[in-house]
């Protein structure tokens, strides 16, 4: 594989001590690993070979195999989750925990200043909270496999659409001469905007001779009788609070 490579992968991955499986890409093995499955589409993620979407290490020992390939790749910690920081475990008072009515038990997630961390240890009115990666300072080992690369522009559109809105049923992308135009109904907007972004950057970065990446947002009649058009041209659906 090369940097900038559209492929998808399969994967487990598996602490290289205790043998617990923390991700992976195939349900039955979530199933019995007793991860949880709600909420997920299981199978092969597709990702972009060197733009950091996945672990550093994993990332380079892409480079070196091939579609089909199947690889075990041990990961020390400063090329998987980091080494543990002691800076990172702090002490919070536990009033702060009262005032914000969040249960300081062991083990419970909590945000704090746009960190997470889990709750160690409550002792004489003060919690302990670790805020590194749970697998910070851990090695780790993933079984690997390139599935496949996606060449040619339709075909890198196509898995990029899928990768970027998988929760867009009938996405409209159209692609002619440079230009890769996305097409969607306004009631769709909310659903992709906040994803549009990254989405044009990828089409950029990697469909080849894409010189320009437009969104055209088409509105219909029925759009307008389930809206309110306010003064200031915003647009509210049924039910939502203004």
Do not use: C
């Not at 020390?76 to 009515?101: C, D, M, S, Y």
């Not at 690369?149 to 998988?166: C, H, I, M, R, Y």
């Amino acid at each position: 594989m090369q940097k900038g490579d559209l492929i998808s992968i399969s994967f487990t991955g598996r602490d290289i001590v205790t043998g617990k499986v923390f991700d992976t890409t195939y349900q039955e093995v979530a199933q019995k690993e007793g991860l949880p499955t709600q909420d997920r589409k299981w199978g092969p993620v597709t990702m972009v070979v060197g733009q950091n979407e996945i672990l550093a290490g994993l990332d380079e020992k892409l480079l070196q195999m091939s579609v089909g390939e199947k690889q075990k790749v041990v990961l020390e910690p400063a090329h998987a989750f980091g080494e543990r920081n002691p800076q990172l475990v702090k002490v919070i008072p536990l009033n702060e925990f009262t005032k914000n009515k969040v249960p300081p038990v062991p083990g419970t997630i909590v945000n704090a200043n746009d960190m997470v961390g889990k709750v160690q240890s409550v002792s004489g009115g003060r919690v302990r909270v670790d805020f590194n990666p749970d697998l910070a300072g851990r090695t780790v080992e993933y079984d690997v496999e390139i599935t496949k690369q996606f060449t040619g522009a339709n075909e890198q559109l196509d898995a990029l659409v899928k990768k970027a809105f998988p929760n867009w049923e009938k996405p409209i992308v159209k692609n002619e001469k440079g230009v890769v135009e996305v097409v969607a109904p306004i009631r769709d907007m909310t659903k992709i905007q906040r994803n549009l972004p990254g989405f044009s950057k990828l089409v950029l970065d990697v469909v080849k001779g894409t010189t320009e990446v437009r969104v055209t947002t088409v509105f219909t009649p029925n759009d307008f009788n389930q809206m309110h058009v306010h003064e200031d041209g915003t647009m509210h659906g049924d039910g939502e609070h203004e």
